[in-house]
């Protein structure tokens, strides 16, 4: 990957599209994290306006302060950058006060986990038409069309994926490229919704890089009985991501009703 000329190309391909929508710039959440890092730093890129938005809920104070961190250093190395904090976690917290009580609480950590995801969703999309600005996703390639690791209608719910076609190693390389914080790219990927310290390997049962030549593999119809051992077990895990997640990858199911019925 060249990265200089991958970089251009994404940041004309955000300012163009923001220019065409009539739009001033962009909104992006912060998590402390390696994608979020890269693409506010790409719309940074574009000289247009960029809101920083913090949304911590019950938040690791590591995640907290490397998202700060980012934005200063956004700040200082580019113009038109501006943040805003808003803590979500008593709003959290009176909606699971208002849902009725489960005899097991971790049958509900995942559903909690994904009303997270909603709950910033939902703010970034108020910030975004309060201010004319439109939201950038922060999913790369083996996230979004891989192991479909996000929440329908939480970090999925965007106006446009500026680093969807960059496998996790790719944006790696860019952002060690543009500068991103050393303390971001060494952090262990997490996703952050369940105020623990699992990392996305915890949950996927793999990293990324197991996954990057698990979705190579399954491109070349590759099976995990053509394998032995750890290599197995991982083509094994993504192809049982790919398989159940494709509900997040696909339109929604419409159902048309042929003239006959009408």
Known sequence: MDSKKTVDYIVDWLGSYANKAGLKGFVVGISGGIDSALTSTLCAKTGLELLCLEMPIHQAENQVSRAAAHIEWLQANFDKISRQKVDLTETFDTMVEAFPAVANEEDRFLPLANTRARLRMSTLY?????HGYLVAG???KVEDFG????TKYGDGGVDL?????LVKSEVYALAAYLGVNQEIL?????DGLFGDDRTDADQLGASYPELEWAMEQDALGKMPSDFVGR???VLTI????????QHKMVPIPVCNIPDKVR
Do not use: C, K
């Open 161 to 165: 994926s500026p680093i969807a076609d």
């Open 138 to 140: 922060t999913g790369n």
């Open 126 to 130: 108020y910030f975004a038409g309060l």
């Open 186 to 190: 060494e952090a262990a990927p997490t």
């Open 231 to 233: 290599d197995t077990e």
């Open 147 to 150: 192991v479909g690791f996000f």
């Open 238 to 245: 993504y192809q049982r991501l790919n398989r159940i997640n």
